[in-house]
């Protein structure tokens, strides 16, 4: 299948070939005549693969191709849990946009940011990227309008719903009109998405893509047996003596990401957290360095990592395991890429053991777990 079967224009054609997409993902092909044809649509794709462009491409379709466009107030609405991730949707639709026949305005709204900027911005917006705290805080200024939205999508609405959203979203729905088309799109299929599935969507197409299972072999995992009190240094012994870069180090908080971050920082390795209360500068900041390989470590929250799109990441390291075995999935997801190799390391302790065979068994797949008690750690 090509993308030009699919009804996209030439010119977004050209701008896919332009950045090596010669032919469309699985979630892609299925999505797109749905969403071009009004269809609401729920979506369930692992990471990487190629969610943004499954809706973003259709939208801006639908957008160049309306004729009633002069108005300050968007057609259509892209919802997102984070910053980092409203910034990335934003980069990618924005890019797509350039060459169409007309320039369809797109823009990206979130906190820890000035408001005032946003507002002004806002003026013939037509699509918008949004996280849920500062959409609201726009209604409230009377800056935008949700009345006039004919397309709704929910991105990542797993962790939209898993985060405290509940309320926000609940206000965010009854300033939308009530014939839409909606979307949702999602890493995992939870209780919380099926519900907002019935509230929302209306005679759907469900796609629901499952990992080709080449593109998991591709990930090499190793795994790894420690002591508690070893945990740290076993990390800074892997990412010194494998020599490994750009490494994104997954925690089970922000604040243990400070810790383990800080601790690799005292030890030579340069590295850097991101977490949801850190400002916005410092965590743009720390994504820009990763991205281009001037910063060696990212540790990061499950969450946070959501807004981190590297195609050829070599490496994850699970300093902690994840609760459920679909963020397992989510986040080794993140290397072996674009038909690359990755490598994906789980250090574990005793108390770890159990729920790191649910996750393999979950997955179908199995790790050697490497004990660790006869590699040396003194001076890590």
Known sequence: MSFKSLGLSSAIISKLRQQDFTAPSPIQSKAIPAILKGQDLLGIAQTGSGKTLAYGLPLLMKLVGDEDYKNRHAKALVLVPTR???????????????????????????????????????????????????????????????????????????KLLNLGFKEELNEILNLLPSHKQCLLFSATLSEDVQNIKILLLKDPVIINIIPDKKSVDLIQQESYLVTEEKKGPFLRYLIKEQHLEQVLVFTSSGRNAEKVAHKLMKNGIDASPIHGKLSQGARSSALSRFKSKTLRVLVATDLLSRGIDIPLMPCIINYELPRSPKDFIHRIGRTGRAGSPGLAISILTSEDLHHFKVIQKKMGLWATITETEEINLHGY
Do not use: C, W
């Open 84 to 158: 980092e991730l409203a910034q990335q949707v934003h980069e990618v639709i924005e890019l797509y946009a350039q060459n169409l026949q007309r320039r369809v305005k797109t823009m990206a709204v979130y906190g820890g940011v000035s408001i005032n900027p946003q507002m002004i911005g806002l003026q013939n917006v037509e699509l918008l990227v949004a996280t849920p705290g500062r959409l609201l805080d726009l209604t409230t200024s009377k800056a935008i309008r949700l009345s006039e939205v004919r397309t709704f999508v929910m991105d990542e609405a797993d």
